[in-house]
């Protein structure tokens, strides 16, 4: 069965403080990747997606990036992070980059950042 | 205008009750329609997709207007277990647009 991992679950960081989530995902191959975020009082955000390694696409511009150096390996950085970078951010997954078939996607569990 | 709009709710309702959640949007041209449900500092899971022909899976039942452009949530003989928030979710080709979510807490 396909398990997604992401990490760490929560940190809390200072303004101009360097960042980078991780994820992982298991038992399937060259899925489709993505990044939300979810910020309090707020619906979920798509940051980034990617269909395969090296390949990125940024939904919103932002103080953020996002790298995949793997297949199942898809990463959040910042270099400076901002107060408005607070949130609940989600890695998840699919099979189908057009998701207009099932809309499933597949979430880890989160990482919670509080930026102080 | 936000491409999807739910009622952030909360509503509260007695365990046996019948509760109804609306979700609006804005782009005509989207394809695709669902119903998520996140658990309090959850991931957000799929509850189920909406069809035009509106569908059923036990006490849940989505219905799809498209010339309103409006989607539905029915859920009957509420349980404690159905507290939880549920986004509306709207697709069109790789991007699904999540609503903020309605909040339903059921009450003993």
């Known amino acids: 069965s396909q398990t997604i991992h992401q990490w760490p679950a929560t940190l809390v960081q200072p303004v101009g403080s360097p960042l980078s989530l991780e994820c992982t995902v298991e038992?399937?191959?060259?899925?489709?990747l993505y990044w939300y975020r979810q910020a309090a009082g707020r619906g979920l955000q798509l940051l980034f997606y990617?269909?395969?390694?090296?390949?990125i696409s940024s939904e919103v511009p932002q103080n953020l990036s996002a790298s995949r150096p793997q297949d199942r390996q898809f990463i959040l950085s910042s270099k400076k992070l901002l107060l408005s970078d607070s949130g609940f951010y989600l890695c998840?997954?699919?099979?189908?980059?057009?998701?207009?078939?099932?809309?499933?996607?597949?979430f880890g569990e989160g990482s919670r950042l509080t930026v102080l | 205008r936000k491409e999807v709009e739910q009622d952030p709710g909360p509503f509260n309702v007695p365990e046996g009750a019948t509760v109804a959640f609306n979700c609006t949007y804005s782009?005509?041209?989207?394809?695709?329609f669902f119903w998520y449900r996140q658990d309090c500092r959850k991931e957000p899971k799929l509850l189920m997709s909406?069809?035009?022909s509106g569908n059923e899976d036990g006490r849940f039942t989505a219905q799809l207007n498209r010339a309103s452009q409006y989607i539905s949530l029915l859920i009957r003989d509420s349980k404690l277990s159905d507290s939880a928030t549920y986004l509306c979710?709207?697709?069109?080709?790789?991007?699904?647009?999540f609503g903020k979510g309605t909040s339903l807490l059921v009450t003993p």
């Open positions: 038992g399937t191959s060259n899925p489709n």
């Open positions: 998840a997954w699919s099979r189908l980059l057009t998701l207009a078939n099932t809309g499933e996607l597949f």
């Open positions: 979710v709207v697709g069109s080709g790789y991007a699904l647009n």
């Open positions: 909406v069809y035009s």
């Open positions: 990617s269909v395969g390694i090296g390949q």
């Open positions: 782009n005509s041209a989207s394809q695709s």
